[in-house]
């Protein structure tokens, strides 16, 4: 069975990520398991990098997510691929690249940008970070 993570962001780059995954599927959609993973910033993390946030975002980021999670999950085809959605909380590129490795995926798949230049600045380009961390091979989508 091919195991393939995409990430997901809400962006466009990260929507054609979860297309190409289905399309590497194609032809054998029956050994395929696709996960969706959404990597929310707590904000703790925020305030780590030294940005000061006047309310809770935790709840909403993980309402939003998790609401995110499933419209992508609904636009993949329902023709035999196996389907996942996970949420976790931290930094995008360490949740990424550690969940891929725990979990033994294949394969990475995910968009060149995600959304935000504040999680730019913050994070720096987590695309970039996930290409050098991850233990496996990991496919950037324009």
């Known amino acids: 069975m091919n195991k393939i993570l995409v990430p997901i962001d809400g962006s466009s780059q990260a929507n054609r990520a979860v297309q190409t995954a289905v399309s590497i ?53 329902d023709n035999g691929i196996e389907v996942e959605i996970v949420h976790l909380a931290g930094f995008p590129a360490e949740g990424i690249s550690e969940f891929a490795r725990k979990e033994n995926y294949d394969m990475i798949v995910m968009g060149s940008r995600g959304l935000g230049a504040l999680g ?18 990991v496919v950037i989508v324009k």
Request: proline content about 3%; some cysteine.
């Open 25 to 77: 599927c194609k032809g054998r959609e029956n050994e395929c398991h696709i996960t969706l993973l959404h990597v929310s910033i707590e904000a703790s993390r925020y305030a780590e990098a030294g940005i000061a946030l006047n309310v809770d975002i935790d709840e909403t980021a993980h309402q939003e997510g998790e609401t995110l999670l499933k419209m992508i999950a609904q636009t993949i085809p």
């Open 120 to 137: 730019e600045v913050i994070l720096g380009s987590v695309s970039h970070r996930v290409l050098h961390e991850a233990a496996c091979p």
